[in-house]
């Protein structure tokens, strides 16, 4: 037995082939190979491999793009042409129609490749698709950038031309692998059918250029009124790089950049020599015609709301004249006529000519803008016509009617309207003095709240601020209502807590009349706030819904509604009285509330002794509960401002009529409407510490003390107004001790908004 194994293991050693280096063992009743067996097998696999992998990405692939070839037709220019010129129809919140935004190349002619200059085209091939003359409709370099661009969370993508002319053809940018497909399809097809002259010319007569110019012929009249044929090779670098941002042509810095690009890139592919770049100015555009009031079409500063409302919903203006759509909007005929009669009878008799105005009004159920008076669209500079600017959404200092959010700030720690203040005139806080406008806005030392807010004491709304809500409760209950900011919900505003200037609306606190009527909406709404908006919604040329405003609204000061409800009611309750105390009134049978407010001008040299005294910004800002309006009268940025016999004005001498004169046409033979009654919040405070100085006759050179809201509504101003954010004419610089919210700059004033 024990040789047995011995036997077996001798046998397979003499099995037939023998056992040498070439062959192997059986394993499993499976032959072992070879190394090169196992090479030969490997090379084998990855053939097959290669095979398939052929056969899936390039064969297939191959024999799809043939039969898509085949099956899809390449839009021409004309055919685009009539889609992209449908005027854009306007109705009024209740149906009726508003009138008609017709497109500026609405009746353009298609230009030929003759009628395009070379600079033209050589502009548009540099800065969007510099391998255009020898790609055939699509560049794989480009498409290999642009997935990684998309991988890696880039941005840019890899279309040329030809793609661009195809999706803008067929008004389809759909993110989807079919779409992208048929469009590398179309775009071959196209540099299979037709010379490179004649797709460069489709596309710069089809492409958007900004200034509701389509094609390149409409762009150099709408830019430079001008034939294309005239085009120099700067204006088509400036053309050329507004492709990719057309909706922001009318940005300064954005054209500037756009044009520079441009221009490199033309030099980088020998279109323009090194010389000419250097050599380079910019061709500023004509002043934008396109907010000329046509005969039967909507308010210019309407219609720019309303795209500008479309873009953030993905409608953005190269959609916006090509989609047949009618636009039903949130204003209100009624309204509207309204607030245009107000604001042009409130300039009658007036003496200066750099006094502007706007007036919006919202409605706080809705959030929808009821009317809108931004100013003239057309003003007439050095004899020639020019857009206006919309004043209605330009920042302005507010003055006194930032007092409401001071007070909600205050609301929310859980204080009251009977807490006491001193309300003394001329206190110091931390070396800086600030003071009342006059008499009728001073308190006494046990100054409640409340009266301080009917009088319009600064004292007491700046000690609130710098010793108890601090300066960013405040921002937070402005945005809170609905002021959106530059930096944080993509608005105009500005609201800065670098100082306490805040408190009073001044320094670089500046905020829109369109953000000052949707933040008093929230008042007027019981402290829910809606989002605001122009449009109701939107149906497109075959009736369907192409966008619908949100009616949802939110707590605004507190998760608890019923807390939010009570601070807004508080804020209510506390400037109801101010109405009377500044002699104005509310229509009959109904309730309103709100507040006044003035900006200093601060004295230049070479200005008249009266400068000194007079004001830059006057506001009244109110509602009901069924309407919130902002009315402001002002300058553009630091003007000395005056009524007759130089008298400064107030914010209840000319803002305020309007503000009433809106009120009483709008709501005559409405049903009458009173507040909800809440329950006040806190009780008394002790009053405030002995770190606070009452006695000195310095006023701060960069404070802007309130407004006594004691205005007679007399054009002349012969009484102390409103005057709030008013500072001496004597003035001197205070002391600043660590920790001061003083700046170093000279007094809050209000300079270019748009600075």
Not at 113 to 135: L, W, Y
Not at 341 to 363: C, E, F, I, P
Not at 475 to 482: I, L, N, T, V, Y
Not at 707 to 718: A, E, L, P, W
Request: contains cysteine; glycine residues 10%.
């Amino acid at each position: 037995m024990s040789g047995g194994p011995e036997l077996m293991t001798h046998h397979s050693y003499e099995e037939p082939g023998g056992y040498d280096d070439d062959v192997q063992p059986e394993t499993d009743g499976k032959p072992v190979l070879t190394p090169e067996q196992r090479k030969k097998r490997r090379w084998k696999i990855i053939r097959r491999v290669a095979y398939g992998f052929v056969g899936l990405f390039m064969v297939l692939p191959a024999i799809a793009f043939v039969i898509t070839y085949f099956l899809v037709d390449v839009p021409s220019p004309t055919e685009v042409a009539q889609n992209q010129s449908q005027a854009v129809t306007y109705l009024f919140a209740d149906g009726s129609p508003m009138g008609k935004d017709v497109p500026r190349g609405g009746n353009r002619v298609l230009l030929t490749p003759e009628q395009i200059p070379d600079v033209m085209k050589h502009a548009a091939i540099a800065t969007e698709d510099d391998s255009f003359e020898t790609n055939s409709g699509f560049d794989v370099g480009g498409l290999l950038r642009a997935v990684f661009n998309q991988a890696t969370g880039g941005t840019g993508g890899g279309s040329t031309i030809s793609q661009q002319y195809i999706k803008k053809a067929t008004d389809n940018d759909a993110p989807t692998l079919t779409r992208k497909w048929t469009e590398l399809a179309k775009s071959f097809k196209m540099n299979q059918t037709y010379e490179k002259k004649d797709i460069i010319t489709a596309y710069l007569n089809i492409i958007y250029f900004g200034r509701g110019a389509y094609g390149v012929g409409a762009a150099s009249q709408a830019f430079f009124h001008k034939e294309a044929k005239d085009l120099s090779f700067s204006e088509a670098a400036l053309l050329a790089g507004l492709i990719q941002q057309p909706g922001r042509s009318e940005n300064d810095k954005v054209a500037h950049d756009r044009w520079n690009t441009a221009l490199d890139r033309m030099v980088k592919n020998n279109y323009i020599t090194a010389a000419d770049r250097q050599a380079a100015q910019f061709p500023t555009p004509i002043p934008l015609e396109d907010s000329k009031q046509q005969a039967g079409a909507p308010p210019a500063f309407v219609v720019q709301q309303v795209k500008d409302e479309l873009a953030a919903h993905d409608i953005p203006e190269d959609r916006y004249y090509s989609g047949g759509f009618q636009v039903q909007t949130t204003i209100d005929p009624k309204a509207q006529q309204a607030a245009e009669q107000a604001a042009t009878d409130a300039m009658k008799g007036q003496v200066d000519d750099q006094l502007l105005n706007a007036l919006v009004a919202v409605d706080p159920k809705t959030g929808g803008v009821l009317a809108y008076y931004g100013g003239k669209p057309i003003v007439q500079v050095n004899g020639q016509d020019q857009a206006g600017r919309d004043w209605a959404d330009t920042p302005q200092n507010p003055g006194s009617s930032m007092k409401p959010f001071d007070l909600t700030a205050f609301l929310k720690m859980g204080k009251g309207l009977d807490a006491k203040f001193d309300g003394s005139n001329n206190r110091t806080f931390d070396g800086r003095v600030v003071r009342n406008a006059g008499p009728g806005s001073s308190c006494s030392q046990q100054c409640t709240v409340a009266e301080a807010m009917e009088r319009s004491a600064n004292t007491v709304f700046y000690d609130m601020v710098l010793n108890q809500t601090h300066q960013e409760p405040v921002k937070d209950a402005a945005r809170e209502a609905g002021v959106k900011t530059k930096n944080d919900d993509g608005g105009q505003s500005i609201i800065s807590t670098k100082d306490n200037n805040i408190s009073l609306g001044g320094g670089e606190t500046q905020i829109t009349p369109l953000d000052m009527a949707s933040a008093y909406a929230t008042f007027a709404a019981n402290g829910e706030q809606r989002g605001r908006h122009f449009v109701l919604k939107v149906t497109n040329g075959q009736n369907e819904v192409a966008y619908e405003a949100p009616t949802d609204a939110k707590s605004a000061f507190d998760s608890d509604s019923d807390k939010s409800r009570q601070i807004a009611g508080n804020v209510t309750e506390a400037l109801k009285p101010v109405i009377g105390f500044s002699k104005l009134k509310c229509p009959a049978g109904h309730e309103c509330a709100g507040k006044t407010g003035t900006q200093q001008h601060t004295k230049v040299a070479g200005e008249p002794a009266w400068a000194a005294n007079a004001n830059s910004q006057t506001w009244m800002v109110g509602y009901t509960p069924s309407v919130s309006v902002a009315a402001w009268v002002g300058g553009d940025g630091n003007k000395p401002l005056h009524g007759k016999n130089n008298s400064p004005i107030y914010g209840s001498t000319i803002a305020g009529p309007m503000w009433q004169k809106f009120l009483s046409l709008y709501l005559t033979g409405k049903p009458g409407e009173k507040f909800d009654k809440v329950e006040r919040i806190g009780g008394e405070v002790p009053p405030p510490s002995s770190d606070v100085a009452t006695t000195t006759d310095v006023t701060p050179t960069n404070e802007n003390p309130e407004d006594g809201d004691q205005g007679d509504n007399n054009v002349d101003g012969d009484h102390n107004g409103d005057g709030d954010n008013q500072s001496s004419s004597k003035e001197s610089t205070p002391k600043h001790t660590k920790g001061s919210s003083t700046p170093k700059d000279t007094p809050s004033k209000t300079d270019d908004p748009e600075n």
